[in-house]
């Protein structure tokens, strides 16, 4: 199984509204990520677990704070977004390990924020 | 410079034919390459996953690494409208497995 699901798949918001973005993985992998992917662009790094503890920030603005629960379990807390912030959000999972760190997507979720 | 160079396409090619998608990247500490695939308003998936120079082949793809010319090549044979899609190449170096460098993606279409 190498699923990477993701919660929820649309999502809109208004700028005073407090969301979060849920990512569940069960391959046992020690690593998250979330990304942001807007039209056309490729993903772009935002957040890294390892180990359930947060080691990359990309200098990501804080309306967009992270949480990782547990191994299984990433979530992103979303407070005061603005309009370009509507984008692909996307989770994804690695096993952490020299040469297997491969990672595996999730669907997303579509963020529109009004 | 972009670390990673990937060629946006459009790549329009008829049903059936041989399709070649490449990347070249300029950090020679780059070691790990993987190709995914992206359906509109979708996740990328893994397609192939390569680590030394050489060729890897999986079904009707071939992915192909050139270190020493920092070239990646991916090659879809009898090419099916179902591979349209944006093909994104990525690649992990060697100082640090968390981070992944995206080419910008090549949008893939198979006219039947």
């Known amino acids: 199984d190498t699923e990477v699901t993701q919660t929820p798949k649309h999502l809109v918001m208004g700028m005073t509204n407090k969301k979060s973005l849920k990512c569940e993985q069960h391959?046992?992998?020690?690593?998250m990520y979330w990304y942001k992917q807007k039209a056309k662009k490729p993903p772009e790094l935002m957040f890294v677990?390892?180990?359930?503890?947060?080691?990359i920030n990309e200098s990501v603005p804080s309306r967009f704070s992270p949480e990782c629960p547990n191994s299984s379990l990433l979530n992103l807390h979303l407070h005061a977004l603005q309009p370009e912030d509507s984008a692909l959000y996307l989770c994804?999972?690695?096993?952490?390990?020299?040469?297997?760190?491969?990672?595996?997507f999730g669907p997303g979720t579509r963020l529109t924020v009004l | 410079q972009k670390e990673v160079e990937q060629d946006p396409g459009p790549l329009s090619v008829p049903e059936g034919a041989i399709v070649s998608l490449n990347c070249t990247y300029s950090?020679?500490?780059?070691?790990?390459f993987m190709w995914y695939r992206q359906y509109s308003r979708k996740g990328p998936e893994l397609l192939m996953y390569?680590?030394?120079?050489g060729n890897k082949e999986d079904g009707r793809f071939t992915a192909q690494v050139d270190k020493s010319s920092k070239y990646i090549s991916l090659f879809i044979r009898d090419s099916q409208p179902s591979d349209s899609a944006t093909y994104l190449c990525?690649?992990?170096?060697?100082?640090?497995?968390?981070?992944?460098?995206f080419g910008s993606g090549t949008k893939l279409n198979v006219k039947p």
């Open positions: 994804a999972s690695s096993q952490m390990g020299a040469g297997t760190d491969t990672q595996y």
């Open positions: 391959m046992g992998h020690r690593a």
């Open positions: 677990y390892s180990y359930e503890k947060l080691s």
């Open positions: 950090n020679s500490a780059f070691q790990y």
């Open positions: 390569t680590y030394s120079s």
């Open positions: 990525a690649m992990i170096s060697r100082d640090n497995f968390n981070k992944f460098y």
